[in-house]
Protein backbone atom coordinates (compact mmCIF):
# COMPACT_ATOMS: atom_id res chain seq x y z
CA UNK A 1 0.00 0.00 0.00
CA UNK A 2 1.73 2.89 -1.14
CA UNK A 3 1.78 5.91 1.78
CA UNK A 4 1.10 8.70 -0.09
CA UNK A 5 -1.76 8.77 -3.22
CA UNK A 6 -2.21 10.64 -5.84
CA UNK A 7 -4.27 10.67 -8.95
CA UNK A 8 -1.67 10.66 -11.41
CA UNK A 9 -3.57 12.51 -13.92
CA UNK A 10 -3.16 14.50 -16.64
CA UNK A 11 -5.60 17.03 -15.22
CA UNK A 12 -6.81 19.43 -17.85
CA UNK A 13 -8.43 22.17 -16.90
CA UNK A 14 -9.17 26.32 -19.13
CA UNK A 15 -6.73 29.26 -18.35
CA UNK A 16 -8.74 31.00 -15.90
CA UNK A 17 -10.58 28.32 -14.02
CA UNK A 18 -9.64 26.60 -10.85
CA UNK A 19 -7.49 23.31 -10.85
CA UNK A 20 -8.15 20.93 -7.79
CA UNK A 21 -5.49 18.28 -6.69
CA UNK A 22 -6.05 15.71 -4.02
CA UNK A 23 -3.62 13.49 -2.10
CA UNK A 24 -4.47 10.93 0.70
CA UNK A 25 -2.07 9.36 2.80
CA UNK A 26 -2.41 6.57 5.12
CA UNK A 27 -0.62 7.76 8.59
CA UNK A 28 -2.22 8.99 10.77
CA UNK A 29 0.43 10.29 13.11
CA UNK A 30 1.85 12.48 10.18
CA UNK A 31 2.95 16.03 11.22
CA UNK A 32 3.55 17.92 8.24
CA UNK A 33 2.13 18.17 4.72
CA UNK A 34 3.97 19.88 1.37
CA UNK A 35 2.68 20.55 -2.05
CA UNK A 36 5.78 21.33 -4.54
CA UNK A 37 5.60 21.95 -8.27
CA UNK A 38 7.99 20.41 -10.66
CA UNK A 39 8.48 21.26 -14.30
CA UNK A 40 9.32 19.00 -16.74
CA UNK A 41 13.15 18.43 -15.92
CA UNK A 42 13.42 20.48 -13.14
CA UNK A 43 13.87 19.92 -9.62
CA UNK A 44 10.73 20.20 -7.23
CA UNK A 45 9.72 23.66 -5.47
CA UNK A 46 7.78 24.48 -2.35
CA UNK A 47 4.30 26.33 -3.14
CA UNK A 48 2.44 25.73 0.24
CA UNK A 49 2.99 23.86 3.41
CA UNK A 50 0.30 23.07 6.23
CA UNK A 51 -0.02 21.50 9.24
CA UNK A 52 -3.15 22.30 10.97
CA UNK A 53 -6.78 21.20 9.68
CA UNK A 54 -8.05 23.89 8.01
CA UNK A 55 -7.46 25.95 4.87
CA UNK A 56 -4.27 28.14 4.32
CA UNK A 57 -4.00 30.37 1.04
CA UNK A 58 -1.15 32.15 -0.66
CA UNK A 59 -2.23 33.77 -3.74
CA UNK A 60 -3.48 31.64 -5.80
CA UNK A 61 -3.10 28.97 -3.95
CA UNK A 62 -5.15 27.31 -1.49
CA UNK A 63 -4.14 23.97 0.65
CA UNK A 64 -6.87 22.09 2.42
CA UNK A 65 -6.05 19.62 5.32
CA UNK A 66 -8.61 17.06 6.92
CA UNK A 67 -6.30 14.87 9.04
CA UNK A 68 -9.63 12.84 10.05
CA UNK A 69 -10.38 11.72 6.50
CA UNK A 70 -5.94 11.88 5.58
CA UNK A 71 -6.83 14.03 2.66
CA UNK A 72 -5.10 17.03 1.98
CA UNK A 73 -5.81 19.40 -0.93
CA UNK A 74 -4.46 22.31 -3.42
CA UNK A 75 -6.82 24.28 -4.81
CA UNK A 76 -5.45 26.81 -7.79
CA UNK A 77 -7.72 29.94 -8.67
CA UNK A 78 -7.11 31.45 -11.80
CA UNK A 79 -5.05 28.90 -13.30
CA UNK A 80 -2.38 30.42 -15.83
CA UNK A 81 -0.85 28.20 -18.59
CA UNK A 82 2.42 29.06 -16.63
CA UNK A 83 1.29 26.95 -14.05
CA UNK A 84 1.36 23.22 -16.15
CA UNK A 85 3.72 21.39 -13.86
CA UNK A 86 3.59 17.93 -11.80
CA UNK A 87 2.69 18.71 -8.39
CA UNK A 88 3.82 16.18 -5.66
CA UNK A 89 2.20 15.80 -2.47
CA UNK A 90 4.20 15.56 0.62
CA UNK A 91 4.30 13.92 3.67
CA UNK A 92 6.44 14.19 6.96
CA UNK A 93 6.14 10.96 8.62
CA UNK A 94 9.89 10.38 10.88
CA UNK A 95 11.27 11.43 7.17
CA UNK A 96 9.38 13.05 3.55
CA UNK A 97 7.34 10.58 2.01
CA UNK A 98 6.34 11.96 -1.22
CA UNK A 99 3.01 11.21 -3.76
CA UNK A 100 4.23 10.19 -7.40
CA UNK A 101 2.19 13.33 -8.65
CA UNK A 102 -0.30 15.21 -10.54
CA UNK A 103 0.24 16.11 -14.09
CA UNK A 104 -2.06 19.06 -14.72
CA UNK A 105 -2.01 21.01 -18.22
CA UNK A 106 -3.37 24.43 -18.47
CA UNK A 107 -5.12 25.21 -22.31
CA UNK A 108 -5.00 28.66 -22.83
CA UNK B 1 23.81 32.60 -3.36
CA UNK B 2 23.64 29.15 -5.49
CA UNK B 3 21.47 27.28 -2.77
CA UNK B 4 21.55 23.37 -3.59
CA UNK B 5 24.43 22.64 -6.08
CA UNK B 6 24.89 18.61 -7.61
CA UNK B 7 27.55 18.02 -9.66
CA UNK B 8 27.39 15.73 -12.57
CA UNK B 9 24.25 16.74 -14.29
CA UNK B 10 24.45 14.11 -16.85
CA UNK B 11 26.25 10.77 -16.24
CA UNK B 12 26.38 7.62 -18.05
CA UNK B 13 27.92 4.32 -16.18
CA UNK B 14 28.50 0.67 -17.09
CA UNK B 15 27.11 -2.01 -14.96
CA UNK B 16 29.64 -2.77 -12.34
CA UNK B 17 31.40 0.97 -12.14
CA UNK B 18 31.38 3.17 -9.61
CA UNK B 19 30.89 7.07 -9.29
CA UNK B 20 30.01 9.74 -6.41
CA UNK B 21 27.29 12.08 -6.95
CA UNK B 22 28.66 15.06 -5.14
CA UNK B 23 26.40 17.66 -3.13
CA UNK B 24 27.01 21.59 -1.56
CA UNK B 25 24.62 23.75 -0.17
CA UNK B 26 25.37 27.28 1.05
CA UNK B 27 22.56 27.99 2.94
CA UNK B 28 24.05 26.63 6.23
CA UNK B 29 21.55 23.99 6.74
CA UNK B 30 22.10 21.35 9.43
CA UNK B 31 20.28 18.92 7.29
CA UNK B 32 20.72 17.15 3.92
CA UNK B 33 19.33 14.08 1.86
CA UNK B 34 19.67 12.09 -1.24
CA UNK B 35 16.22 11.09 -3.40
CA UNK B 36 16.00 9.58 -6.39
CA UNK B 37 12.86 9.74 -8.90
CA UNK B 38 11.87 7.03 -11.19
CA UNK B 39 9.09 7.55 -13.65
CA UNK B 40 5.45 6.67 -11.78
CA UNK B 41 6.98 6.16 -8.29
CA UNK B 42 7.39 9.88 -7.13
CA UNK B 43 10.73 10.61 -4.96
CA UNK B 44 12.30 8.30 -2.67
CA UNK B 45 14.50 8.65 0.04
CA UNK B 46 18.10 7.05 -0.34
CA UNK B 47 19.84 8.63 2.51
CA UNK B 48 19.47 11.63 4.85
CA UNK B 49 21.87 13.44 7.40
CA UNK B 50 20.66 15.28 10.45
CA UNK B 51 23.52 17.37 11.36
CA UNK B 52 27.04 16.69 10.27
CA UNK B 53 28.51 13.49 10.99
CA UNK B 54 25.55 11.43 11.27
CA UNK B 55 24.34 9.67 8.43
CA UNK B 56 20.71 7.68 8.75
CA UNK B 57 18.94 5.00 5.91
CA UNK B 58 16.18 5.98 4.37
CA UNK B 59 13.16 3.85 2.09
CA UNK B 60 15.95 3.00 -0.32
CA UNK B 61 19.67 2.56 0.70
CA UNK B 62 20.59 -0.67 -0.71
CA UNK B 63 23.53 0.08 -3.68
CA UNK B 64 24.76 3.37 -2.00
CA UNK B 65 26.62 5.02 0.47
CA UNK B 66 27.03 8.54 1.46
CA UNK B 67 29.15 10.77 3.39
CA UNK B 68 28.53 13.61 4.88
CA UNK B 69 31.90 15.86 4.10
CA UNK B 70 31.59 18.84 6.48
CA UNK B 71 28.72 21.07 6.92
CA UNK B 72 28.10 22.07 3.64
CA UNK B 73 28.70 18.87 1.31
CA UNK B 74 26.66 15.62 1.63
CA UNK B 75 27.95 13.12 -1.37
CA UNK B 76 26.46 10.02 -2.48
CA UNK B 77 28.15 6.93 -3.71
CA UNK B 78 27.60 4.19 -6.10
CA UNK B 79 30.02 1.24 -5.36
CA UNK B 80 28.93 -0.98 -8.44
CA UNK B 81 26.57 0.68 -10.59
CA UNK B 82 23.40 -1.73 -11.49
CA UNK B 83 20.49 -1.45 -14.45
CA UNK B 84 18.02 -0.74 -11.92
CA UNK B 85 20.28 2.32 -10.50
CA UNK B 86 18.93 4.38 -13.52
CA UNK B 87 17.01 7.42 -12.38
CA UNK B 88 17.02 10.95 -11.71
CA UNK B 89 18.72 11.55 -8.46
CA UNK B 90 18.32 15.02 -6.19
CA UNK B 91 20.04 16.59 -3.24
CA UNK B 92 18.31 18.19 -0.65
CA UNK B 93 18.81 20.36 2.64
CA UNK B 94 16.46 21.67 5.19
CA UNK B 95 17.33 24.04 8.38
CA UNK B 96 16.82 21.64 10.54
CA UNK B 97 18.39 21.42 14.46
CA UNK B 98 21.21 19.88 15.84
CA UNK B 99 20.75 15.93 15.50
CA UNK B 100 16.76 16.12 14.29
CA UNK B 101 14.92 16.37 11.38
CA UNK B 102 12.00 18.39 12.43
CA UNK B 103 8.84 18.02 10.75
CA UNK B 104 8.43 21.13 9.97
CA UNK B 105 11.41 22.03 7.65
CA UNK B 106 11.21 23.16 3.99
CA UNK B 107 13.34 20.76 1.95
CA UNK B 108 14.79 22.92 -0.87
CA UNK B 109 16.10 20.45 -3.75
CA UNK B 110 19.56 20.90 -5.85
CA UNK B 111 19.08 20.75 -9.88
CA UNK B 112 19.10 16.65 -10.40
CA UNK B 113 21.81 14.21 -11.68
CA UNK B 114 20.55 12.36 -14.71
CA UNK B 115 22.21 9.05 -14.06
CA UNK B 116 22.03 5.64 -16.95
CA UNK B 117 23.36 2.97 -16.32
CA UNK B 118 24.42 0.29 -19.21
Known amino acids: QKEVEQNSGPLSVPEGAIASLNCTYS??????FFWYRQYSGKSPELIMS????GDKEDGRFTAQLNKASQYVSLLIRDSQPSDSATYLC????????FGAGTRLTVKP | NAGVTQTPKFQVLKTGQSMTLQCAQD?????MYWYRQDPGMGLRLIYY???????DKGEVPNGYNVSRLNKREFSLRLESAAPSQTSVYFC?????????????????FGPGTRLTVL
Open chain 2, 49 to 55: SASEGTT
Open chain 1, 27 to 32: DRGSQS
Open chain 2, 27 to 31: MNHNS
Open chain 1, 50 to 53: IYSN
Open chain 2, 92 to 108: ASSEGSSGVLLATDTQY
Open chain 1, 90 to 97: AVNYNDMR
